[in-house]
Nanobody, 123 residues
Framework: QVQLVASGGGLVQAGGSLRLACATS????????VGWFRQAPGKEREFVAA????????SYADSAKGRFTISRDNAKNAMYLQMNSLKPEDTAVYYC????????????????WGQGTQVTVSS
């Protein structure tokens, strides 16, 4: 398992931007795929974005396409989610996750989960 620590959440107005970060101290970070999920109040957790171990390929939920960008810096054992043009419906707790299989991350079944960071978008 990979221990993950998410940060960067906060309160932002609609149309604004936030950058989430997820870091680990594990040197094996570069060998795992990572992703972001979110859970809004009263809703199930949903996939947002994932990126392969090398950073060469990324996948996005339809709700994130064109507005969110996932990236990673393996030298810093960190990954990021740049969120632009935020909408009130983006309000949720955002979780980072990791697994050796990007398919398992996309499917919502990764081995490791980080703690959540709250994102609140006001209208």
């Amino acid at each position: 398992q990979v221990q993950l620590v998410a940060s960067g959440g906060g309160l932002v107005q609609a149309g604004g931007s936030l950058r989430l970060a997820c870091a680990t101290s594990r040197r094996t970070f570069s060998s795992v795929a990572v992703g972001w999920f979110r859970q809004a109040p009263g809703k199930e957790r949903e996939f947002v974005a994932a990126i392969s171990s090398s950073g060469g390929s990324a996948s996005y939920a339809d709700s994130a396409k064109g507005r969110f960008t996932i990236s990673r810096d393996n030298a810093k054992n960190a990954m990021y989610l740049q969120m632009n043009s935020l909408k009130p419906e983006d309000t949720a707790v955002y979780y980072c996750a990791a697994d050796q299989s990007v398919e398992r991350v996309v499917a919502g079944d990764p081995l490791s989960w980080g703690q959540g960071t709250q994102v609140t978008v006001s209208s």
